[in-house]
């Protein structure tokens, strides 16, 4: 694996996949706001919903930092397109750009059939 020192992974694309990962483990982010709702009247649900948004904390961050960490040191030649978008300073036109031309690839193969 390669070591790219010389570019650094955005902040805000950090921020923004942490996120999009914290409502996507529904096991533990809407038990946990349930529990928290219903730990108004329930000392016992207080707790058990902070448990688990505190473990839905975790388990994005540490999932942002392994994509981080692909995104950075990844020698795959086929994500390298998407590898420099995202390392990229306008990477949100970047990345835009590379899946507009990718549904225009899909809806052009579509119509030839």
């Known amino acids: 694996m390669k070591k790219n020192n010389d570019k650094k992974y955005p902040a805000s694309l950090f921020v923004i996949g942490f996120i999009m990962n914290l409502t996507k483990n529904f096991l533990f982010f809407y038990p946990g706001l349930i529990l928290l709702f219903i730990g108004i009247w329930s000392d016992v649900c207080l707790k058990l919903g902070l448990c688990l948004l505190l473990a839905d904390v975790a388990v994005s961050l540490i999932e942002q930092i392994q994509i981080r ?30 899946i507009e031309s990718k549904t225009d690839e899909t809806d052009d193969d579509k119509t030839e059939e």
């Open 69 to 98: 960490n692909t995104v950075l040191n990844s020698d795959n030649p086929e994500f390298e397109k998407w590898q420099n978008a995202m390392l990229s300073e306008d990477w949100r036109e970047n990345i835009q750009n590379i």
